[in-house]
């Protein structure tokens, strides 16, 4: 029987690929810099200091001073938020049927609680592991290790939903239930391939899913 539900962020709860692609490039540009928009939208699932080392080999202050300005334009560009089709009506299921609730990402914590704030989310999650909170992000276990001590609740009684190949990665190394959720560009193979328990197509799958979870 499951006691906690964790979600990643982005493409999950809000629509924010498309903006974190455009930063990227703008930021790769202002520092003399060429990346192809497929080695970036290839990584997403990972944090964007782990990205820009691997792409660009950055480190010290350097790295931070690019991390900095990414998201500096990322905040920029995200204006308007918009939520993912169905988030809402999930999270009131799950605070209903009396699960605990977190966000597990690699997202800088700044872009997850403008997020929240802006659509009044936060009551909702009892807990959020963001980019500045393990010195390892997915797809090592690590963060989602975390949020379920804190929940204090056991890996094998936490749902973890994500669309990429990193969360179902990081859920099947924390014994944790991977839900691979197709809100963006990764396929149900892809996510079954990295380890996804189950493959959902949107959230009235995913709701029905974990209705039955909790029997």
């Known amino acids: 029987m499951i006691k906690a539900v964790l979600f990643d962020f982005d493409e999950v709860i809000v629509r924010s690929y498309e903006n974190h692609l455009k930063a990227f490039l703008k930021t790769a540009r202002k520092f003399g810099f060429k990346i192809k928009k497929e080695e970036i939208m290839e990584r997403f699932g990972i944090s964007a200091s782990e990205i820009i080392k691997e792409l660009l080999k950055l480190k010290g202050k350097e790295l931070k001073r690019f991390v900095e300005e990414k998201e500096r334009v990322f905040r920029k560009l995200s204006k308007k938020i918009v939520l993912v089709k169905g988030v809402k009506g999930i999270l009131k299921f799950l605070k209903e049927s009396n699960l605990k609730v977190g ?63 990193y969360e179902m990665l990081a859920a099947k190394k924390a014994g944790m239930i991977g839900i691979g959720i197709l809100t963006s560009f990764y396929s149900a193979r892809e996510l079954k391939k990295h ?18 979870l909790i029997i």
């Open 195 to 212: 380890g996804a328990t189950y493959v959902c197509k949107n959230f009235r799958e995913v709701k029905s899913l974990i209705q039955k």
């Open 103 to 165: 966000i597990v990402s690699s997202a800088a914590r700044k872009n997850i609680e403008k997020a929240l704030k802006a659509k009044d989310l936060k009551e909702f999650f009892d807990v959020i592991i963001s980019a500045e909170d393990v010195k390892r992000h997915k797809p090592f276990p690590d963060p989602l290790l975390k949020a379920a001590k804190i929940l204090k609740v056991k890996p094998k009684e936490c749902v973890y939903i994500g669309d990429s190949k």
